[in-house]
């Protein structure tokens, strides 16, 4: 019992003996700003995540909060994504990540991650109640739901085996578990944890953690401002400010903070902090977690392209990588299938519609005018949302389920279609009915129209990745999260998409030149 | 979810997403305004027969739209300073300027046919440019729903936002409906009533070719390969 007081009490005074000095910050912590601005998450239970009056609470809020108060600027929030949130760093959006961000050996590459980590969780897998899997051995050859630029898709796919579709945003990643679109949904052990603590997720369970590493916040580079971190998360583990903020927001006790504030508690003889920075602003070895998620291993050329990045920051290594690689090539397959089918597609749709609408019959007439209205009014990335998630959930609900990548072909073939329909009728109507060569005359006179349709309809192919079609938008923005080499994918996916244009260009070219003109 | 039920929540979220249709009209009018003059620069130069004019208007058509959001929200500065000016990249403005890029390319094409149009003393016929814009500015309003992947607060994005919120599965297919209804009443009424402007004007007109410059608005700046220039180009 007088243990406990002690250990109490001491928790109560030690926060105010060691934030008391912290108040003093050093102003060239963040220069001559007035304010910080702090990234976290928005979809993430209870770490970042929007409250009912729709503003940003949770766990690392109240971290950012903190920040600001010791550096007695004003606190401004930006929500970002796993697939985003390296980025807006590196981009200088943020000065600084609190965004469930684990440590890894590639990430640090990227950005300068802030050590100790303030929390730190492994990755699970969110089951339905009736699956099969058991252990996470079972994954192999399954499809997993997953959440694009997190830690464990790739670990999943390179060592588990388990074929990964990354979706861009948590709730599509759930909506599709939810909709069965895949075995499981892998993502951060505290994320799923707290969906299971929901009455909606009832009939669900998850694997035992795996993957454990530490959760850190990130700044773009080395400086005052990442050794005044440094120093203010060891402090908080000292404290246990950090084991109290869990308890706040209700968490599970995690593994990692146990153990970390046991670590930095430790005093050597003479009653210092055995953790403490040595003259070159490190830590000493054996605080440090070293044990992270390694890097990717790099010999021969591997190394030639790392030095090429190193020394002209143009970086290959994705396609250095199997992973990536197969992913982009596979993608480059995906997109060239998709273009393919959704022309064709809408060139049915535009024949048949154009048809409907010539037609006398007004039952025939009448819904197709209603269709290519609606099909040319709304935006197609609306009508991929509707289809795939709002239709998708309905037909989940009676065991169905849609595939993506057939959804986004039906979508923008009817879109494209309906523009191919209306041109196609118009011509039609141009044409006499006892015309000779009446279709040939009608395809020629369509043809401008609906090859500029078709020329769109394979720019939109693009837009498959909002419902995670692995395309080529899909596979680059995935490598970005990993890799953060922006200018190196944008400018590949650019130039990929400009020789598709190009190249259909130049078919429907030679279409009408060897084939109309005759 | 009853109908009633989500009559109710649509209500109670739709000042939240007009906000956010408003949004698209910004980004939309940012971007007719950036891509217009450059676009009009282009067709006066391709008038004077400047090659530059050319690649530069072929070069403005080829790129896709969603595929350019990504690249300027990726590859743009937060902020540049330009002769002491700082321009502040904010998402929004990313957005409007990958959307002037199409939009560059179609008023480059179609000033062009206006210009041809004004130099034979076709005052008509020169005003075809009004109505076609118009409808491309219509298709730039759906465009800009792409602008929702890259974080722009747009009536698509907070459609995302307001279904997370709900946490309701029954909640999605409502909600996505409702966003597009909002599409759908503004661009349907507007390019009804263009098509109509145009076929007044073509009443008017006595040329033969106008009969082609309507075809079935593509997106994306696609209709630069569509039906008005091959008929004023050939004539």
Redesign the interface.
Known sequence: MLKRIIIVSVALVLPLLLILPARAVDPAVIGERSELVVGVKADYRPFGFRDKEGELAGLEVDIAAELARMLGVTLRLVAVTSSDRLQKLAAGDVDILIATLGDTMDRRRLVRMIEPGYYGGGASVLLPGDSSIRVWDDLKGRELCGVQGALWNRLAATRLLAEIRAFGSVRDAELALRDKNCAGWIYDEAAIRDRLADADWADYRMLAPEFISPWAIAVARDGPLASFLDETVAMWLRTGWLSRLEEKWQLQPSTYLQQAELRWRQKDETGAWRCQLDDNARWPLECRDLDLIPAQELAGIGTAIVGLRDRFGVDLTPFYDPFSRSAFLKAMVTTLLLAIAAVIGSLAVGIAGGAMLRSHAWLLRFPAQMLTTFFRMTPPLLQLYLVFFGIGGLLAARGMTLDAIWVAIIVLSLYAGASNAIAIAEAAAAIPVDAPQRPRRIATLAFPAVMGSCINIVKATAMASAIAVGELVHASTSIIADYGNVGVMMNILLACYVALVIAVVFAFSLFEKKVLER | MTAAQALEMLMVWTPFLAEGFLWNILVSIAAMAIGTPIGIVLARLRLAGSRTGAWLTHAAR???????I??FA??L??EISLAGVEIHFAAWLKAALALAVAVIGFVSDNALSSLRHLRRGERIEALYFLPAWTTYFVIIV??S??A??I?VPEI?YR???V???T?E??A??WV??Y??LW??LF??PL?CLMSRIRDRLEGRGNEADA??S??????????????PQ?GASQS
């Open positions: 080829l790129p896709p739209t969603f595929v350019l990504f690249y990726y590859i500065p937060r759906m465009a729903s792409t929702s992947v974080g698509v459609a995302n936002t279904i997370a919120a946490g599965a029954g999605t297919l996505y409906s966003a597009m599409f759908l661009c349907w390019s009969k082609a309507h075809h079935g608005a593509p997106h994306h700046g696609a209709s630069q390969h569509g039906a091959h």
